[in-house]
Nanobody, 127 residues
Framework: QVQLVESGGGLVQVGGSLRLSCAAS????????MAWFRQAPGKEHEFVGS????????YYADSVKGRFTISRDNAKNTVYLQMTSLKPEDTADYYC????????????????????WGQGTQVTVSS
């Protein structure tokens, strides 16, 4: 099982940028689909984006498409979430998640598609 630790959250102004990192331990990282979810106060978890094992395929929620970019560095066992043009509605706790292997879905991933989760990192966008 993959252990995940997120970092990079913080306070940013509207229109600003932030890059989140998720460091993974475990030998299976390079063959594992990864994703980011977020949870705003009082709301359900929301899918943000996913990336396949090689980084060659990505998939984003409509709410972040064109503003957020997921990437990964398998040599560093790290996945990133670059966030630009941030809006107040992006305020949430952001979670990194690892799937059960290299599976890829032709649909929006859901929570139960993922076997491992990080502890989350808080992002606050102020207006």
């Amino acid at each position: 099982q993959v252990q995940l630790v997120e970092s990079g959250g913080g306070l940013v102004q509207v229109g600003g940028s932030l890059r989140l990192s998720c460091a993974a331990s475990g030998r299976t990282f390079s063959s594992t689909t990864m994703a980011w979810f977020r949870q705003a106060p009082g709301k359900e978890h929301e899918f943000v984006g996913s990336i396949n094992w090689s980084g060659g395929s990505t998939y984003y929620a409509d709410s972040v498409k064109g503003r957020f970019t997921i990437s990964r560095d398998n040599a560093k066992n790290t996945v990133y979430l670059q966030m630009t043009s941030l809006k107040p509605e992006d305020t949430a706790d952001y979670y990194c998640a690892a799937a059960r292997g290299a599976m890829w879905w032709y649909r929006t991933p859901i929570l139960t598609d993922f076997a491992s989760w990080g502890q989350g990192t808080q992002v606050t966008v102020s207006s």
